[in-house]
């Protein structure tokens, strides 16, 4: 996958594809039905298929007091991307200049003059330009006016709703990551380097990866069974794992952390990129009367979690 951070002065090779356009976060199964649209059309016309986003999210610049936390900060959105087969991701940096773009101006500077595109796919909720006065009735008529296909998507749900990002933040919020895994389509995960900790864990004898949440989503506090992907060359090597989200009570953290204890594993991971992915919670944080409690509580929380874990399968690509 080429990932292009312009829309000036393009390679030929990089302009002339069917386009999805969208934020993606999550890169949940309604992002993957616009995408899945945007490929067919792309192998009918014989054409590259390519995703338009933004970086940073529109949102932390436009109303950084309200911005969401991220389901799949840029690291991760792009492999999810190029698992869904996407060959161009045109990644532009979004900016208060850029926001004032009108609607008629993005379709002709950036879609028309920079991308050159053939077809640009959409989803029902789609806007942008400034005063997110442009949407897909406006791509239509702007398409027909300067050359280019538009097709919008319509919503795609379940019984339980319309799949969405805000439904999958909702639902790890309130410790249910299997609910979030039904809306993406896969486990969701949380991918970062190894951090020093305090090394309470190896004192305990339970030795913890410790990764910060930076800009992720914070799920519920408490414990979760999870696979945890030692990433290695490009290649990820998963192993059974019990993870603690919180502040732990016990030892009166002021930011919440992100502690992992791989099960039969044992060596130095200091360093390393990571990938944690959720399967299912365990039980609230909990502050303990004594060292000895807790000890024998994470004895119970890795036998629970092997339990959980049995039932499942580490991640694979979601296609």
């Not at 909702?170 to 039904?182: I, K, N, V, W």
Request: glycine share 8%; with cysteine.
């Amino acid at each position: 996958m080429h990932i292009i951070r312009r829309y000036k002065a393009l390679l030929e090779s990089f302009r002339g594809a069917v386009v999805a356009i969208g934020n993606f976060d999550g890169v949940h199964l309604g992002h993957r039905g616009v995408i899945d649209r945007a490929s067919e059309l792309a192998q009918a016309k014989s054409v590259s298929l390519a995703v338009l986003t933004f970086e940073p999210h529109p949102i932390t610049v436009l109303r950084p007091e309200t911005s969401p936390r991220r389901l799949s900060p840029f690291r991760v959105k792009v492999r999810r991307l190029r698992e869904c087969g996407v060959e161009i991701l045109y990644m532009l940096p979004f900016s208060s200049d850029f926001s004032k773009k009108t609607p008629e101006t993005f379709a002709h500077e950036v879609l028309v003059d920079g991308l050159g595109v053939h077809h640009v796919v959409v989803g029902h909720d789609y806007r942008f330009g400034k005063g997110r006065a442009g949407d897909a009735k406006f791509l239509v008529h702007a398409g027909e006016a300067l050359g280019f296909g538009v097709t919008e998507v319509s919503p795609i749900g379940s019984a339980g709703g319309l799949y969405s990002s805000t439904r999958v933040r909702s639902y790890l919020r309130r410790g249910e990551p299997h609910l979030a895994a039904a809306i993406l389509g896969h486990m969701w995960e949380v991918e970062a380097r190894v951090v020093h900790g305090d090394a309470r864990g190896r004192e305990l004898g339970y030795p913890t990866a410790n990764i910060e949440f930076r800009d992720h989503v914070i799920p519920g506090y408490g414990i979760y069974a999870v696979w945890c992907g030692v990433i290695s060359n490009e290649k990820t090597e998963w192993y059974a794992a019990v993870a603690n989200v919180g502040i732990r009570p016990m030892f009166e953290l002021t930011t919440p952390i992100l502690e992992v204890h791989l099960i039969d594993h044992d060596s130095d991971l200091y360093g390393k990129y990571l990938r944690v992915a959720f399967v299912n919670w365990i039980r609230p944080e909990e502050k303990f009367a004594s060292l000895d409690s807790l000890i024998k509580q994470m004895n119970e929380d890795v036998r629970i979690a092997q339990l959980m874990l049995a039932e499942s399968e580490p991640p694979t690509a979601i296609r």
